[in-house]
């Protein structure tokens, strides 16, 4: 229980460090303020470690991996998106995108804030190798469709910024913001499929079939077939600029309802929580 007390210290200050890193961010577009941006970008490196710390500390209280339930996946949610959206961003030092990207990080684990925090046993069908490659590949994945989105949402709200040294320094062209989402969106759909081929193998051990159009195995597939679509128009037709934005938020969307809206409003197997004592939520 000591871990656990840690565990919920750690993750609220993680919240606080993120609504200030999204803050900062906000202070840095709006008024233009380097200096802003660059304590924004600190700060969310240390609410980044500061989250990190939280759940290694569930993991250790809680004597398995935390990825069980609908607060352990969303709060694992975030920090991928947040992972995702440090390498990005030193790896393009690309400042802006946190005034896209950090909203979302700070909107996520906030959900996962008001989820049921309790520790309990895991359902058989959970005591498996496979829960921690299953479920740490859709974090990644929906990471890497999370900054995705965020750079689509600049992308199209580039034209409306006024043109000026600061937009042209910190705002890439609208080329490199579609190069940049195309990235992380092929990035985030190789991920999906190893989700999406993990699930079916551990399923089949658990429950006998590979698949079984459960809501959840279903709006996953539906996920996987939106940003199959988008790649391949993208390779086939050189599909690029509004349209192409647009899908990859479209596809974010979908991500969110699979995660969240599948598990709130549709009866499914992955949904232990809504009836027993522990839950698959990705």
Known sequence: MDFLRIESTLFYGAIGLYLASMIMYFIFFVSKTEKAGNIGSFIIKIGFGLHTLALISRGIGAGRVPLTNQYEFATSFAWGIALCFIIFENKYSFRAMGTFVAPIIFLIIGYAAMQNKDVRPLMPALQSKWLAIHVSLAILSYGSFGVAAGVSCMYLLRNKFSKDDFISKHVPSLDKLDALSYRAISLGFLLLTLVIIT????????????????????????????????????????????????????????????????????????????????????
Not at 204 to 227: F, N, V
């Open 199 to 282: 699930g079916a193998i551990w399923a089949e051990s658990a429950w006998g079939r590979y698949w079984a159009w459960d809501p959840k195995e279903t709006w996953s597939l539906i996920t996987w077939i939106i940003y199959a679509i988008y790649l391949h128009m993208r390779i086939s037709k050189g599909w690029k600029g509004k349209k192409a934005a647009i899908f990859s938020v479209i596809g974010f969307i979908c991500v969110l309802f699979t995660y969240i809206g599948v598990n709130t409003l549709i009866p499914s197997i992955h949904s232990y929580a809504l009836v027993g004592d522990s839950t698959l939520c990705i």
